[in-house]
């Protein structure tokens, strides 16, 4: 396995409700990157965090927020939540070193149902 | 029209059948390109980097065409276990992956 865990690994919430996702990353990784999943579509970028800071953002809302914690752990937290929201929210850690980045590890992913 | 653009199948073969799959991609600085592996119900697992010169691990044969951008996989002698959802990755800058929705193969008896 990749050694990168996701908790919980299923979570329901009603909509307008708050969620906090956690991830921690492979041992010796700095960067954690998190995608959201759709049933049947492709993962999409939601945002990267590269020790401690946001180090890109895809098209997401900003009541999608994170945080990346000294020991590279991190947490993915939604706000308002809408119907749309749910689907399969997944982490990835990987070592980066200046402008290059080693290859992503994913996590086995929480799955969010929004009702 | 999405940046990484799949053909979302499935693909339904024999077993021993060879089978590939295209991907195109819009961006022309992209820099970087994966095939990535998903079990139902799993996270998606690093098949193979994707290299201009083509490069191939056991069945499996990855090729990059950057003049008409896209990015293709073949597989020989499919196995049952080959079934899977195979998505296609591009890295722009930033080192952020770009997915494309995935093409469904299934390999039947």
């Known amino acids: 396995e990749t050694g990168v865990t996701q908790s919980p690994t299923h979570l329901i919430k009603t909509r307008g409700q708050q969620v906090t996702l956690r991830c921690s990353s492979q041992?010796?990784?700095?960067?954690v990157s998190w995608y959201q999943q759709a049933l049947g579509q492709g993962p999409q970028f939601i945002f990267q965090?590269?020790?401690?800071?946001?180090?890109g953002r895809g098209n997401f809302p900003p009541r999608f927020s994170g945080l990346q914690f000294p020991n590279y752990s991190s947490e993915l937290n939604v706000n308002a939540l809408e119907l749309d929201d749910s689907a399969l929210y997944l982490c990835?850690?990987?070592?980066?070193?200046?402008?290059?980045?080693?290859?992503?590890?994913f996590g086995p992913g929480t799955r969010l149902l929004v009702l | 029209r999405k940046e990484v653009e799949q053909d979302p199948g499935p693909f339904n073969v024999p077993e021993g059948a060879t089978v590939a799959f295209n991907c195109t991609y819009s961006?022309?600085?992209?820099?970087?390109f994966f095939w990535y592996r998903q079990d139902c119900r799993k996270e998606p697992k690093l098949l193979m980097s994707?290299?201009?010169s083509g490069n191939e691990d056991g069945r499996f044969t990855a090729q990059l065409n950057r003049a008409s951008q896209y990015i293709s996989l073949l597989i020989r002698d499919s196995k049952l276990s080959d079934s899977a959802t195979y998505l296609c990755?591009?890295?722009?800058?930033?080192?952020?992956?770009?997915f494309g929705g995935g093409t469904r193969l299934m390999v039947k008896p």
């Open positions: 990835a850690s990987s070592l980066a070193a200046g402008t290059s980045q080693e290859t992503q590890y």
């Open positions: 041992s010796g990784h700095n960067t």
């Open positions: 965090y590269y020790r401690e800071e946001e180090n």
């Open positions: 961006n022309s600085a992209s820099q970087s």
């Open positions: 994707v290299y201009s």
């Open positions: 990755v591009v890295i722009n800058a930033g080192n952020m992956l770009t």
